[in-house]
């Protein structure tokens, strides 16, 4: 007799979403939902997971070889890996593309990662206020050390942090990856972006029409000239 049930073998190594698909084939749909309900908390436990992981090794590399040394192991995995992400070869660069577009790029990615959005739009810019399921979510849930929690907050005020002192390490990489590294590959930043201060905060973005009419004080906190 073996050790497991077709249902537990089943929930052990086919995906619930797949599962659910077979659900609706056979019009089993409350079955189906609640399949997907269970996909999607899985996922997201996951997902959680790996934000604690990277948190927490960022927060090593900080406290052991300084703030510089976090910015370095982030230009790394932006120059091994995020490149390619932004601007996958062949396609138009992400400055040439339309501002919705590119909205909506950053929005579902930001939603996909248990985010929320609300969405409005000026003249200019389009502005994405998130309630981050990542770095917003250790702010809000305490995680860092300036609320008593495991995680460093970055105090050296420089480009790495947008100026600011008492800064989310986890939230470095908007500034390095997301601003200052499409600049240097030669582009605009992925947006401009206003990580909260404090619990209950959004995190913003600012999504340009027209990507000359990016601020020039944008440049300025991420310590570039604009050419």
């Known amino acids: 007799m073996g050790s497991f049930t077709e249902t537990e073998l089943a929930s052990m190594t086919v995906p619930a979403w797949e599962r659910a698909k077979e659900a609706i084939t056979d019009g089993r749909l409350d079955d189906a939902v609640t399949l997907i309900d269970e996909g999607a908390q899985r996922v997201r436990g996951l997902q959680i997971y790996s934000i604690e992981w990277i948190t927490s090794l960022l927060s090593f590399v900080g406290r052991e070889l300084g703030e510089e040394a976090v910015e370095r192991a982030l230009r790394t995995s932006g120059d091994d890996f995020i490149r390619e992400r932004r601007e ?70 420089a480009p790495r942090t947008f100026g600011r002192t008492a800064f989310p390490v986890y939230c470095a990489h908007c500034s390095v990856n997301n601003e200052i590294q499409p600049v240097e590959w030669g582009g605009t930043p992925t947006s401009i972006e206003h990580p909260p201060e404090r619990p209950g905060e959004p995190c913003v973005h600012h999504v340009y029409k027209d990507v000359s009419a990016t601020p020039e004080d944008a440049y300025v906190r991420i310590g570039i000239r604009r050419q």
Do not use: H, Q
Not at 90 to 111: F, H, N
Not at 135 to 141: A, K, N, P, Q, V
């Open 88 to 157: 996958p070869t062949g396609a138009p660069a992400w400055d040439t593309l339309p501002a919705a577009v590119r909205a909506k790029a950053i929005a579902r990615a930001m939603v996909a990662n248990g985010g929320e959005c609300r969405v409005t739009e000026d003249e200019e810019k389009i502005v994405l206020s998130f309630r981050c399921g990542s770095g917003g979510r250790l702010i809000d849930e305490g995680r860092y050390e300036v609320d008593g929690g495991p995680y460093l907050s970055m105090d050296e005020a």
